[in-house]
């Protein structure tokens, strides 16, 4: 079993910065894959960024203005999200895949208005 914790989300205004945290009760180590998917209002949650054995990719609609980043040491995984828009408004979810199962966060919401 593995424990997500999401935090960092909140309000900021167009072209601002946040940096959301994803903390795991298990070593990341142990984690194939880490990532963060977002869902706004009426919309299927999609793909933000994932980190697979250091390998990174991002959405079209994110790529150099996101990065995705991990602490082994604190078992975190980072998402810096800068020159943010409107669009990007969502519930922010974390993800890990491990051999024995699929697992989320509680979710973070980001919103981006001024």
């Known amino acids: 079993q593995v424990q997500l914790v999401e935090s960092g989300g909140g309000l900021v205004q167009p072209g601002g910065s946040l940096r959301l945290s994803c903390a795991a009760s298990?070593?990341?180590?142990?984690?194939?894959?880490m990532g963060w998917y977002r869902q706004a209002p009426g919309k299927q949650r999609e793909l933000v960024a994932t980190?697979?054995?250091?390998?990174?990719n991002y959405a079209d609609s994110v790529k150099g203005r996101f990065t995705i980043s991990r602490d082994n040491a604190k078992n975190t995984v980072y998402l810096q999200m800068n020159s943010l828009k409107p669009e990007d408004t969502a519930v922010y979810y974390c993800?890990?895949?491990?051999?024995?199962?699929?697992?989320w966060g509680q979710g973070t919401q980001v919103t981006v208005s001024s």
């Open positions: 980190i697979i054995s250091g390998v990174r």
């Open positions: 993800n890990a895949i491990k051999s024995e199962g699929t697992y």
């Open positions: 298990v070593s990341i180590f142990s984690i194939y894959a």
